[in-house]
């Protein structure tokens, strides 16, 4: 069966000497032990390399601690001998970040079974509770709870591993009354008695172990008969109630544990929503400023459309008084010498083309009248005034469209 055994204690810098915490790694990583070494965020110790660059950075952590501080907490694991090379390993590293929450540094050595008993799987787990890189302790090994926390953890561990490996013995970390179980636990022998008994000699502990666990045997043997039955029911039903009661307590634990993993993915969940409506939401105003860009874009295109339409309209007008101003002026001058002021100088065709022309600038000029910019309305009203002016006085001028005046007009200027 597979067996549970757990023991934790601590190397602390007011109960031990400096540098026991390195010695340690030293000890538990020698060569004839171990056959693995697994840590995670601090230097690997490797094995038997007294410790290695493990060593050096424990001593260097332990000198930056404060005097009562507590350097390690050493867990000793009794692993399943049901699982193979691969799985022990994996059973410890899934623990021991677990243990340490992925952020406090660990280093693990597991060590192979020596003497006669083959099963004798174990590990010595070191763990630092503090984070390498901020210093704070993570999950508070030094808690007055701890122990059993530790404990139950192990047990669940331990539990997993056989099951995922098809295992159907399982461990449990209740003592034997608790479990019901009416026998006399096993007694440790210790690693002496196991190296007298393989050099092939006697040895007088165990001798003395197996009276005492005969001496028991027989005391049970004796002591059940004595008890009357409806007693020894009401024993034996009132172990298997707290049997029960320990069964539903791990199960609504269970749920419970259920519960807040659904809680959490909730939460994730509503946080993955929040987190894309922002998103939207962010694309959504960069559309709107974007389309806004573009309207203004428009009207700046559509302003500045308008304002060269303003600056071609006001240079033909321009024109247009550069093209009747002379003539009509030297036209005037010499009706002026000649005193004749009355008789029509001007081609009818080009008074009335030119009488078009300022017309259709009328028109256009209408037509971008609405929010012209002040400057060009002052300018296109003066020049209006002028050709207004000077349209006056070619109709004054203008040839008279009577046949007793053709013969005349052949004889004056054609534009």
Known sequence: MAIYSVNVSSIGRKTHASGTAGAHVQYITRASATEAVLCARMPSAGIGRKGGAARKWLD???????KNARVVTKIML???????ATQRAELVRSFAERMTAGRASWLAALHKP?????R???????????DPETGKVVVGLSAKNSVEMIRE????????ALEAAGVDERVDRRSLKDQGEIREPGAHVGPSVTAIERRGHFSQVRNRIEEQQAGHAAAQETLVPMIPPDIWAGMMAG????????????AAQAAEDAR??????EDARRAAQAAEDARRAAQAAED????????????????????????EILREAQELVERIKAPVEEIECRNSIRNIWDWDELNPDWVLKRKNEFSQLQVRAQEVVPKAHPNWLVKIGRIFEVLFDLLGRMQKLAPSLDDELDNDLKNGPRL
């Not at 172990?239 to 791990?250: G, I, N, S, V």
């Open 78 to 84: 009794a692993l399943p001998h049901e699982l193979d």
């Open 153 to 160: 953890e192990w047990e669940q561990a331990a539990n997993a």
């Open 114 to 118: 020596s003497g006669d008993d083959d």
């Open 120 to 130: 004798n799987y174990h590990a010595h787990l070191v763990i630092r509770d503090k």
């Open 60 to 66: 260097e952590q332990e000198s930056s601690d404060r």
């Open 239 to 250: 172990l298997e109630r707290q049997k029960q009661a320990e069964d539903a307590r791990r």
């Open 288 to 311: 709107a400023r974007r389309a806004a860009q573009a309207a203004e874009d428009a009207r700046r295109a559509a302003q500045a459309a308008r304002n060269a339409k303003r600056r």
């Open 260 to 265: 807040r993993a659904a809680q959490a993915a």
